[in-house]
């Protein structure tokens, strides 16, 4: 359920969303990648900005932007992104768990624990 209480800023939200989108489906209108012609991290972040954007509800800004579906497709079609996507779906972690086993092997077969502060972080005071 999503709360009413920001609800008075939604319409300047939706206006700054769809300005950083125009801005970057206008640089993807004349190249493939955000950095000339070249796939690089740049386009691997922008992927989970429009994976977010699309799993929002920002079916508008698709729609109106053509640009971010087909580069978003373009990205999904490298076959990279299809092994991530197959090691993803196999729980395979390309190893990690193996090379764990071999650095720490009297963690092997205990569970992990994520070590946490108990004290709650107390608010900067302002110089003065």
């Given amino acids: 359920m999503q709360s009413k209480g920001g609800a008075p800023f939604m319409p300047r939200i939706s206006s700054e969303v ?13 190249r493939d ?16 900005v429009l994976e977010a954007a699309r799993l929002t509800g920002a079916q508008e800004v698709f729609q ?3 640009n971010l ?9 490298r076959p990279a992104h ?3 996507l197959q090691r993803g779906r196999l729980g395979d972690t390309g190893g990690q768990d193996k090379r764990q086993r071999l650095t720490r ?9 994520v070590h946490r502060t108990s004290a709650p972080l107390e608010p ?5």
């Fill in 64 to 66: 109106s932007l053509p």
């Fill in 124 to 128: 900067l005071e302002p110089p003065g």
């Fill in 105 to 113: 092997p009297h963690l092997e077969g205990r569970p992990s624990q």
């Fill in 33 to 48: 990648y955000l950095v000339g012609n070249s796939f690089s991290a740049a386009d691997i972040q922008m992927s989970f």
């Fill in 18 to 30: 769809k300005n950083h989108f125009g801005y970057i489906s206008g640089a993807l209108a004349e």
């Fill in 69 to 77: 579906g087909t580069y978003l497709e373009r990205l999904h079609a």
């Fill in 82 to 84: 299809q092994r991530a």
